[in-house]
């Protein structure tokens, strides 16, 4: 597709299990990020990924949650042994290389997730 | 680090100008980007400066003022769409180029 496309949109759990989330950035775009929202909250960097270089990890809570990308294309978010307290809206963004325009970010519609 | 601040709420009326203040501190400046989130949807796009001075876009302009380290965004003629949050994001210059977002601010059209 044309856009950013993140799966599942809405993803509802229970507290202790782990949860995959996926992030199918635009085609050629060389940066991807993630960031959560609580809900009325601004957007909290977790990860950042830029081409072939060591990903900047420095947002993510803590060690239950990691992230992957293969090559320039897609992404993982995993959160092991969910908890209540990580209920928020998971958004993904791409943008072409620093350098080559602004670079803006361009988001996907962000996975919901709730932990009961 | 990163530092940057906005107000939490703003309030105008239908026809009026506002102007949205954002203040950051960081090292490495390379870019500060407004984004318009309507509630329930994703950020999108609204302007970009880096270097000082007054971009215009229609009814939205954004100003920078790198050694005040600080940016508005003004939005004329407003309209009852207008209504949502508006967020103010810094990109590093390093060999990672983050783009860090302020908390936002959440924008009220008054009839």
């Known amino acids: 597709g044309a856009g950013v496309s993140q799966s599942p949109s809405n993803k509802v759990t229970e507290k202790g299990k782990d949860v995959e989330l996926r992030c199918d950035p635009i085609s050629g775009h060389t940066a991807l990020y993630w960031y959560r929202q609580r809900l009325g909250q601004g957007l909290e960097f977790l990860i950042y990924?830029?081409?072939?270089?060591?990903?900047?990890k420095s947002g993510l809570p803590s060690d239950r949650f990691s992230a992957e990308r293969t090559g320039e294309s897609v992404s993982t978010l995993t959160i092991q042994r969910t908890q209540q307290e990580d209920s928020a809206v998971y958004l993904c963004a791409s943008s072409s290389e620093p350098g080559q325009g602004s670079g803006e970010l361009f988001f996907g519609e962000g996975s919901r997730l709730t932990v009961l | 680090g990163q530092n940057i601040d906005q107000p939490t709420e703003m309030t105008a009326t239908e026809g009026a100008i506002v102007q949205i203040n954002c203040t950051y501190q960081?090292?490495?400046?390379?870019?500060l980007f407004w984004y318009q989130q309507h509630a329930g949807e994703a950020p999108t796009f609204l302007s970009y400066?880096?270097?000082?001075g007054l971009e215009e876009k229609g009814r939205f302009s954004s100003f920078l003022s790198r050694s005040k380290g600080y940016s508005y965004l003004l939005l004329k003629e407003l309209q009852m769409k207008d209504s949502a949050s508006y967020l103010c994001?810094?990109?590093?210059?390093?060999?990672?180029?983050?783009?860090?977002f302020g908390s936002g601010t959440r924008l009220s059209i008054r009839p």
């Open positions: 960081t090292s490495g400046f390379n870019g």
């Open positions: 990924f830029q081409g072939n270089s060591a990903p900047d």
């Open positions: 994001a810094v990109r590093r210059y390093s060999s990672a180029s983050k783009i860090i």
């Open positions: 400066n880096v270097l000082d």
